[in-house]
């Protein structure tokens, strides 16, 4: 289960990270999507946020089958505490991290997260680092996804899970 900020590349790595496991990947973030019928910008809009993590924590809940496969979660699931709990109970969680200034160059290319609409993204990454890094650091792996080819991310996790 891949844990850790928006723009890390947690999706994009975790995809790459099960085809070379041969399992299959799971995009928490559109499975809630999917569950909900709507985009995660519209169940913030019209639900806020409370609601979506709620809907999030039941949607991971249901994908930890026991079953082998490579999840991606959005960059607030394993801060919420029952969510983490879960996480850290069923499955083996792992910490993409990058910098604040690496992780708002990544963001520029999608402009639709909730949280940061309408703000300049570094310093909400920022903060957000400082106040969710202790709590991501509670994952048993930490892998730090630098700038460059994915793939040396995901060599980096291959490496780290054995
Ligand atoms: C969030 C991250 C997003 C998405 C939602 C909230 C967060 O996922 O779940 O916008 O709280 O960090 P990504 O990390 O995939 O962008």
Same mark, same amino acid.
Request: net charge positive; hydrophobic share 45%; glycine share 8%.
């Given at each position: ?15 790459? @990270? !099960?085809?070379?496991?041969?399992? *299959? ?15 995660? *910008? ?43 709990? @879960?996480?850290?109970?069923? !499955?083996?969680? %792992?910490?993409?991290? !990058?910098?604040?200034?690496? @992780? ?9 997260? *909730? @949280? ?18 202790? %709590?991501?650091?509670?994952?048993? %792996? ?6 460059? *080819?994915?793939? !040396? ?10």
């Amino acid at each position: 289960m891949l844990v850790g900020l928006m723009g890390v590349g947690k999706s994009t790595v975790g995809r790459r @990270l !099960a085809n070379r496991l041969r399992v *299959p990947f799971v995009d928490a973030d559109t499975a809630i999507e999917q569950a909900a019928g709507m985009s995660i *910008p519209e169940i913030f809009e019209h639900y806020g946020e409370p609601y979506f993590r709620d809907g999030e924590r039941r949607v991971i809940a249901r994908l930890v089958d026991g079953r082998p496969k490579v999840i991606a979660t959005g960059g607030g699931a394993f801060i919420n505490d029952e969510t983490r709990a @879960l996480i850290l109970e069923q !499955a083996t969680a %792992i910490w993409l991290n !990058a910098s604040p200034e690496v @992780l708002a160059e990544r963001v520029k290319r999608r402009d639709t997260r *909730p @949280l940061l609409r309408g703000k300049d993204p570094l310093k909400v990454l920022r903060e957000l680092s400082a106040v969710r890094n202790p %709590i991501y650091a509670l994952a048993p %792996i930490h892998v730090s996804s630098k700038r460059g *080819p994915h793939e !040396a991310t995901v060599n980096a996790i291959l490496k780290a899970i054995g």
